[in-house]
């Protein structure tokens, strides 16, 4: 099971772009990458998957370098709601288990 | 609204006690998954089900068990509770039995408080 770093926190002001980083060195090659958003008291929701290169949806992108040694989430123009925490999964241990790290926590200021 | 449900909200109860969390998947998902997440713990795996059988064992109590019934749904029976058994438990579901690309949908959660 790769393992993900991200920040711990971060903090934007509504209407800008957000670029949140997350590493993993150790992905493998038939790792995807997937993004989930958790608001307080909510089940995580699933934003974004990709494998390689770009994936844009109608909530985000997803940025992976050749290397896919790290992937970079994109929210664009966040407005308040988006304030929760963001986490980056990489693969599972083959028992489709989803290991959740500590996330990112993004706040959104006004 | 990810389609999985859950019942109850909430919960309270005292130490010692027995509860069953249940939920329901997404229409057409075959696979059911339980997380539990607590303040120091953050979301942790504890079982996965598929059309019924069980098919992945995380950090799961002796304690607990979990069940998938022919309708789909799941029901988690949590026993002789402790005080940190309180957290919010969370129930998943997938189309197909997981693996590499295979998107959970989570559901609301269930709060538990055991006193």
């Known amino acids: 099971l790769a393992k993900t770093t991200q920040p711990i926190s971060m903090d934007s002001y509504e209407g800008q772009e957000v670029n949140i980083t997350c590493s993993h060195n150790?992905?493998?090659?038939?790792?995807?990458i997937t993004w989930y958003q958790q608001f307080p008291s909510q089940g995580p929701r699933f934003i974004i998957q990709?494998?390689?290169t770009k994936v844009t949806n109608e909530v985000a992108s997803l940025f992976i370098p050749a290397d896919r040694k790290s992937s970079t989430l994109s929210l664009p123009r966040v407005s308040l709601s988006d304030t929760a925490v963001y986490y980056c999964?990489?693969?599972?241990?083959?028992?489709?288990?989803?290991?959740f790290g500590k996330g990112n926590q993004v706040v959104v200021i006004p | 609204d990810s389609g999985v449900t859950q019942t109850p909200k909430h919960l309270i109860t005292a130490t010692g006690q027995r509860v069953t969390l249940r939920c329901s998947p997404r229409?057409?998902?075959?696979?059911v998954y339980w997380y539990q997440q607590s303040l120091d713990q953050g979301l942790q795996f504890l079982i996965q089900y598929y059309n019924g059988e069980e098919r992945a064992k995380g950090n799961i109590l002796e304690r607990f068990s979990a069940q998938q019934f022919p309708d789909l749904h799941s029901e988690l029976n949590l026993s002789s509770l402790e005080l940190g058994d309180s957290a919010l438990y969370f129930c998943?579901?997938?189309?197909?039995?997981?693996?590499?690309?295979?998107?959970?949908?989570f559901g609301p959660g269930t709060r538990l408080l055991v006193l």
């Open positions: 229409s057409g998902d075959l696979s």
């Open positions: 999964l990489v693969g599972d241990d083959g028992n489709n288990r989803l290991a």
């Open positions: 990709g494998y390689k």
């Open positions: 998943a579901s997938s189309v197909a039995g997981g693996g590499e690309g295979e998107t959970q949908y």
């Open positions: 150790n992905i493998a090659t038939n790792d995807y």
